[in-house]
């Protein structure tokens, strides 16, 4: 008899656990918007979402937040995506040349630029840009295939020019990981673990709490920024809605709140 | 509930409602195996050779190995004697070391790795006692072996606490008779009889250790030849270059398989 109070015991927890689904039944029905949005989106694609979800009542945004690469990937295997928002332009043409994007409807909605990031009270006691090749310094910085990696080692390239050709070389050589998206590498030097990264300027307005070295124009990557809607998705008109939201002036204010520039 | 005993018994014997049982079984089976199916399907092309040696996954391949072995050796000298204590003594708070042997094989590996390194890094609360004297663990290759005895070594001891638990007493007690002491004892009674149950254990902890993915990749980062073993080359590659992770997912499978099938062997023999 015990067994079967344990067995009406679980069929009432698992009625219970469906109960919210039926109630949404009585309300306007809720449709998602599924965007997949590069992992240095995180925060201001999050607080964008509250505002459009706010002001479009029925619509819920999912967002997939990840190394641009990985989210390229994920769809290329058919992972269910409405919006495509991009940290490079590589694997947007990517998408558009497996016709998962159409021609021309991809279009440049911010810019973002590199600087250096140090845990505060900096264990490396990095002074200036050149200290990135000091040897011994921890430096975890993103994976080559991961736009902020990309553009974290063309940079370096253009510092081989005042700081002596084999400075890329030195500052590799400090390398001791190489992680799978922006997020992950701001993560490591907010614990300490690392002395230093390169990564967007955006993640260091997100993360208050570190030091930064800033980059000179003229050795800095300025990274364009794309977002499309996809070929196949179900919901193209909730898609060029949220998008229409992010280049209108309060998704770019929302933008550059959080530390990226309008698009040029 | 009777009547429902009887219902279900009378199923038992009705020859031809044997499809309740195979039909659940083979959709269960069909998932375990459908997906590797996959993976050799769409691993067998022209480049399969070309990504199953090119420079990356061999340098995987090299530290997975390595580090594994490492593991494995740790495990076999730390974890046999623990198992024989856990087997054959009796102590106070017994049942809580069990447990705490046992929780990582069902901790996440990404609670153990955030855990690692919350205790290890160079701002863990360890981290600065190993400043001192001038140890670094995070982002090497001791890590990798760290996160992997972590997440690996219970199997091991678990496997050879039942193995030593299995050796009858009265043996233990002849020994004792005769004179041995408690090394001659281990060494030359529980040892050889509980060889079996060591060495598949051991081989477990070996497979587990070379699949180990979660831990070590928050403790030990990813750079090639130094903390990248092969499940991480998988989980990159798969953003990269989907023929390399694919002719590596086809290798440790292959390994695997052998792995399991030589364990199996063991405990076959064992029974008879």
Known sequence: MKRFQYLSLFFILLCASCAPA???????????????????????????????????????????????????????????????????????????????????????????????????DNPGALQKLEDLAKPGIKLVIAADEVPVGRYARQALDQMNGPFGSNFKDKVLANVVSNEDNVKQVVAKVQLGEAD???VYTSDAVAAPDLKTIEIPAELNMIANYPIAPLANSANADLAATFIDYVLSSAGQAILQKWGFAPAR | ??????????????????????????????????????????????????????????????????????????????????AYILARWSFRFKSWVELFVDLPIVLPPSVAGLALLIAFGRRGLFGSVLSVFGISLPFTGAAVVLAQTFVAAPLYVRSARIGFAHVEKQLEEAARVEGANQWQLF?????????????SGAILTWTRALGEFGA???????????????????????????GIALALSVVLVIVSVFLLMLTRRLEKQGQD
């Open chain 1, 22 to 120: 039926v109630t949404t039944t009585t309300a306007p029905k809720l449709r998602t918007l599924n965007v997949f949005a590069a992992a240095s989106l995180t925060d201001a694609f999050t607080e964008i979402g509250e505002f459009f979800e706010a002001a479009n009542p029925g619509i819920a945004v999912t967002f997939n937040f990840a190394g641009s690469q990985a989210l390229r990937t994920q769809i290329e295997e058919g992972a269910p995506a409405d919006i495509f928002a991009s940290a490079n332009q590589k694997e947007m043409d990517t998408l558009i040349t497996g016709a998962f994007i159409a021609q021309d409807v991809s279009q440049f909605f911010l810019t973002n630029k590199l600087v250096v990031i140090l845990p505060a």
């Open chain 1, 196 to 198: 230093a990264s390169i």
């Open chain 2, 1 to 82: 509930m009777k009547k429902v005993k009887q219902f279900f018994s009378q199923f038992l014997h009705d020859g031809h409602l044997t499809w309740l049982f195979i039909l659940p079984g083979a959709l269960l089976l069909a998932l375990f195996v459908l997906p590797l199916f996959a993976v050799f399907l769409r691993a067998s092309d022209v480049n399969f050779f070309r990504n199953a040696f090119s420079a990356q996954a061999f340098k995987a391949l090299q530290l997975s190995l390595l580090t594994s072995s490492v593991t494995t050796m740790i495990t076999i000298l730390l974890g046999t004697p623990f």
């Open chain 2, 187 to 199: 060494y030359e009674v529980m040892f050889p009889l509980a060889g079996r149950a060591l060495f």
């Open chain 2, 216 to 242: 070590t990749i928050l403790f030990a980062g990813n750079l090639e030849g130094v903390t990248q073993t092969m499940p991480m080359a998988i989980y990159l590659g798969f953003e990269r270059n989907l």
